[in-house]
């Protein structure tokens, strides 16, 4: 099994930053994709960033240029720096991860999220 662990989030006033951070552990051979999306009040769920183990990286149009997502693969742990935060970047900040673990002599795909952190931000 793999299991993610997230912290980081919180209150913050607007125009404030925050930085989010994700831990992957488990039976994990290679992580492929790492990234964070959000889910506001009677919205639902949307990509915020997500970044392959090589580095690639892809933002939603709503925060580029303000949040930078980054990871670093000797922890498994991926990180999300946001910055200039707007009233409507209120929301639950799930994790997610796509990869491969080990399950005795054998190998299997994984595709598992986090259980959310709130980031709350005041006007």
């Known amino acids: 099994q793999v299991q993610l662990v997230e912290s980081g989030g919180g209150l913050v006033q607007a125009g404030g930053s925050l930085r989010l951070s994700c831990a992957a552990s488990?039976?994990?051979?290679?992580?492929?994709?790492m990234g964070w999306h959000r889910q506001a009040p009677g919205k639902q769920r949307e990509l915020v960033a997500t970044i392959t183990r090589g580095g690639s990286t892809n933002y939603a149009d709503s925060v580029k240029g303000r949040f930078t997502i980054s990871r670093d693969n000797a922890k498994n742990t991926v990180y999300l720096e946001m910055n200039s935060l707007k009233s409507e970047d209120t929301a639950v900040y799930y994790c997610?991860?796509?990869?491969?673990?080990?399950?005795?002599?054998?190998?299997?795909?994984?595709?598992?999220w986090g259980q959310g952190t709130q980031v709350t931000v005041s006007s």
């Open positions: 997610h991860s796509v990869g491969t673990l080990v399950r005795g002599p054998i190998t299997i795909p994984y595709d598992v």
């Open positions: 488990g039976n994990i051979i290679s992580i492929n994709i």
